[in-house]
């Protein structure tokens, strides 16, 4: 066991996912000097649960809430709740560090791409004999199979997570930035062809103060999470069917995608350059109403839709397609889960817990917007997301951008959308695809070609993916 947990250790180091009333529970709360922030939940009892989740600032107080009013239901077993947020990228940081101490929470993150190496690590509980199997099979198929595992690969057997949410990237545009442009906005029933989407691009990149330098950009993109979407719609792919080998170099959909994609910045200059972008990222500037188009993830949705954080008028459309897909505009979808720790003293409440977050009905309302007028995610339960989370949306009580079913083309699939996991959901772990991002931003400033690029980082992500199905061998053995 000794052994695993190091290999979980250096697999997790490679990782890259308005208020309750009533509850009345103590609440003390302080800034750590890592930017993490941490809050004590106070009760009666004698059971004490460490929490550990990395959210924005918006999903933290809704989670805080819910929190609170969980330790307040149950304050006659609940001693204390300390729930720590940090971000996304310190997260792996401070797990890694828990593992390496042997000193894990009792209630933590874990997306499907870690869910192998957590489970034959032995770190997570397994939570058939703690869940209504009703309520699970009223979830998302794609955010439930995500989290199961039979020892052998991801998508049947064990259930290890209950979901935070089922996520995707939609396109967001600045409806603002057009009406002074004078273009028609997108057609959420036709989404942009790669040449249509340049066009428009071009003819919202300006250089509106007259000092000779651009200062507002068609579309901003972020490597990580906002490139696939532009490679997966011309029916691109990084690795085979098995995702035990890479293949970019003899990929002409990959290549030719790749080089529009680059070529956005680097030739056409509808994007802020990559200097520009490291100064300020694509996000503030999107938020400042520089950037026509913007990735929008069903958490982003509650921040775009506050007049104070976002002053602009905006709403929802695909990505564009490419000419060698199947003509459906594709994006990435996501997923991150609540787990327990497999040495948990009290599995029983923690399991409880996280279905408070997960699965409870009042929790999914809040979450989502019907009580809050917060929406930060779709609602996991299947039946309330289709129906009156929808009609809620319509009649106004949810706060939402009006082509809402954009987001559902993705996560439901239809005949001009469609969403995936990425692939590095399939493998061991990511270090193969955070091969290939780390050199994108040299591809974009001109630096290296695209062919030049990929011969030079295939047989590096190649060794990459050939480590982890090795680590995955070793864990699985042992």
Known sequence: MKLKRVVAAALVALMGVSSLTGCNVAKDSEKSSDASSKTEMKGEGQDEIDILIYAQEHEKAAYEDLIKKFTQEHKDKIKKVNFEVTTQDEYATKMTAAMTAGDLPDIFYV???????????GYVLPLDDYVDQKVVDNLWPEIKSAYQYDGTKVGSGSLYCLPKDLSCFAFAYNKDLFDEAGLDYPDPQKPYTYDEFLDVCKKLTKDKDGDGEIDQWGVANANAFGMTPYLYSNGARFLN??????????????????????????????TPTVEQDTALGGYQRWLDGQIGFYACGTWDVAAFMDKKTFPYNWDLCGWPVGPDGDGKSTTW??????????????????????????????????????????????????????TTFKEKVKDGTIPYANNLDVIFGYVEGNDKYQGIFSESTYTYNAEWWDTFLEGIPNVQSGKISVDDYFKEVEPKMQDALDNAIKLQNTATKN
């Open 333 to 386: 979808l996501g997923t991150v889960g609540f787990a327990v720790n497999k040495d948990t003293k009290y599995p029983d409440l923690c399991t409880e817990l996280i279905s408070s977050l997960s699965t409870d009905l009042d929790g999914q309302k809040a979450l989502s917007g019907e009580t809050t007028g917060k929406s930060m995610q779709i609602p996991n339960i299947k039946d309330y997301a289709t």
């Open 111 to 121: 997306g499907p791409d870690s869910v192998r190496s957590y489970v034959d690590n």
């Open 241 to 270: 069917e098995d995702y035990t080998k890479v293949n970019i170099t003899d990929n002409k959909k990959l290549k030719d995608a790749f080089q529009y994609y680059v070529d956005l910045t680097a030739k056409e200059g509808v």
